[in-house]
């Protein structure tokens, strides 16, 4: 695809899937609701939204953020998870060939992006995204260039199986559940997408942005210790910083061990 007419397209068409992650995000926690059926409503008066109510970031800006129908205020959470949905299709449209494996990476940085909401704001990851996200990553190993299956499957076990360890033995040493297994499950889909070799990258980023996110936690909760933050988005984040900066950070990690 020509990168002119490529560029505003991917940014569009990520958009749009942004609008339908934001209806995931809202519904997915509630495991009583499909994400298709009903159709787009305000979550207050249940009035059914109108296709020009629904287009992405305009009617955000257009309705004033205020519902047309009862004039409650509308979330900022839904363009900003458009524009962000928009901005990481462009930057995959730009970083990976088209069809593949731009395809199977926007599946993995969607769903990465709706478990960064859905695990911030209700502190759980559900399986339903995180499950099947395993079985993706790891079939897309065999049609993606940059990753052997061998690669895939080795991340998924040690994926799992590092935070799994970390996880006893804080219970052992505390007898406090430090993580949860949702954690657990989604470091194995980043292993199944990204492959073992993003693993220690990824461990480390998410462990130093959550130290740092836990940091200001603890000075506006005020609790101490007993300070509770979401990890999921911290290791959500780590993968996304790998997806598109991996070949960086394998250069100055390669850099980093010849002088030791």
């Not at 059926?37 to 970031?57: G, Q, V």
């Not at 949860?180 to 990204?194: E, P, R, V």
């Not at 506006?220 to 900066?245: C, D, H, R, S």
């Amino acid at each position: 695809m020509d990168i002119l007419l490529g560029s505003p397209v991917s940014f569009l068409f990520g958009t749009i899937i942004g609008s339908f992650l934001n209806v995931a995000i809202l519904r997915i926690p509630t495991q009583d609701q499909s994400v298709v059926f009903p159709a787009s409503h305000c979550p207050r008066c249940k009035t059914p939204l109108k296709w020009y109510d629904n287009i992405p970031l305009l009617s955000f800006i257009i309705l004033g953020r205020k519902c047309r129908y009862c004039q409650c205020k509308i979330s900022w959470q839904y363009p900003l998870v458009e524009f962000s949905m928009g901005l990481l299709s462009l930057f995959l449209f730009h970083t990976f060939s088209f069809p593949l494996p731009f395809i199977g990476f926007f599946l993995f940085t969607a769903a990465l992006l709706v478990i960064i909401f859905i695990d911030f704001k209700h502190q759980i990851i559900p399986d339903v995204i995180s499950l099947p996200g395993i079985i993706i990553g790891f079939a897309f190993s065999f049609m993606n260039p940059r990753l052997s299956w061998v690669d895939s499957g080795i991340g998924i076990f040690l994926g799992g199986g590092i935070l799994f360890l970390v996880a006893y033995g804080y219970f052992l040493f505390t007898r406090r559940e430090g993580m949860g297994m949702g954690d657990i499950k989604l470091l194995a889909m980043i292993g199944a997408f990204l492959g073992y070799q993003a693993l220690p990258f990824v461990i480390f980023s998410s462990s130093l942005l959550g130290t740092i996110g836990g940091i200001g936690a603890m000075i506006k909760q005020k609790k101490g210790g007993a300070t509770v933050i979401p990890y999921g988005p911290f290791l959500a984040t780590g993968a996304l910083l790998y997806l598109f900066f991996e070949p960086y950070i394998q250069f100055y990690t390669r850099s980093l061990l010849l002088q030791q």
